[in-house]
């Protein structure tokens, strides 16, 4: 019984979001905790700019004009890869625990955990890259900073179904905070295989009060489209 | 220089909605255009992408079944289309752009027996010309 009561409240106390301190222009800025929680509804770019494309490297431009659209991860419900998870036309709730952050989007049905230093979290083993990345975060200046590096290559490495390739090279930082009932974001993405300059995207969220709609990819209709592209190359004989 | 500065315009980056995947295989030309009246048979309301099938008769008179293509559910879900907005069996006139020469095409909007319009949002299979 003693053991059921301890792992309850080591449950609760993990589940426990984060409670925002009011203490965030102080001299305890450095670790206050903003509430982020919630599920966030797409508003627009950061401040009202618009976001500049990547400028991929030579080697990433060749890429893309050698990419066949047959080979679009898409296609089987491979899920996108963060920042173009992000900067796809979907929405997205974060949960903060105690040591972690969690965030499930709407595309595809993605889980993230972010992992808040400090906790003894694991790191990855040198054969450890994934569709996401390792999500490393710390709350700094009211804001939370997430490092992700560790993802697997991908086609999509930066914006949803463009090919400039995402390489194992690839490291993305984001920064959230809240303004009110606004959630704000600004990302830096690095590739030195792929992006000539390090892409910046900035966006900005709203409370939404219902709750997110499951995405449930179906194989098949995903695949569908693919048989009527035509591809850029001869047929084998 | 000259090939990236063609790949970033290329791109078209403007940081708003994303496809699924392409849809270039759906025509923009107006002759393509099509308008069918019919009777719902299926209607997947899901993700990538939700499809409406309609039976209607060709210029025959023989039976033939389109398939509409349209945006994810969630999307839908924002212009106020929910999966009990169409049912099987109501009859409907759907308007679309269609794959030349076959019975498929992406979704333009569908108007129900009681005069019920459902639009999905614009989506880059939708032609400039058209309008609701």
Known sequence: MKHIVAAAIAVALLQAPAAPRLDAQSGAAATAVPNLTGIWHRKGPLDGKPNQPPVPTNRAAGFNEAFDDAFNPTYDCSATPIPGLINDNYDFQITQQADRVIIRYEKMDVVRTIWLEGHGHPTPGNSDYTNQGHSVGRYEGGRLVVETTHFAFDPRGFLANRWIPGSTLKKFTERYWREGDTLKLASVSTDPLSLRQPFNYGFEWTVRKDELTPYDCDPGDSRWGAQWHKSKYPPDK | ?132
Do not use: N
């Open chain 2, 1 to 132: 220089m000259r090939t990236v500065a063609v790949v970033a315009v290329a791109l078209g980056f403007a940081g708003t909605a994303f496809a699924h995947h392409s849809t270039t295989y759906y025509s923009k030309e107006r002759k393509d255009f099509v308008r069918i009246e019919g009777k719902v048979v299926r209607w997947d309301y899901r993700s990538p992408h939700s499809q409406i099938y309609v039976e209607a008769s060709d210029k025959d008179g023989k039976p033939v079944v389109w398939r509409f293509e349209s945006t994810p559910a969630a999307w839908l879900l924002r212009e106020g289309i929910r999966k009990d907005s169409v049912t099987v069996g109501d009859q409907v006139t759907v308007e679309g752009f269609s794959i030349p020469g076959q019975p498929f095409a992406w979704l333009g909007k569908i108007t129900k027996a009681d005069g019920t319009r459902l639009l999905p949002q614009r989506s880059t299979a939708t032609p400039d010309w058209w309008t609701p």
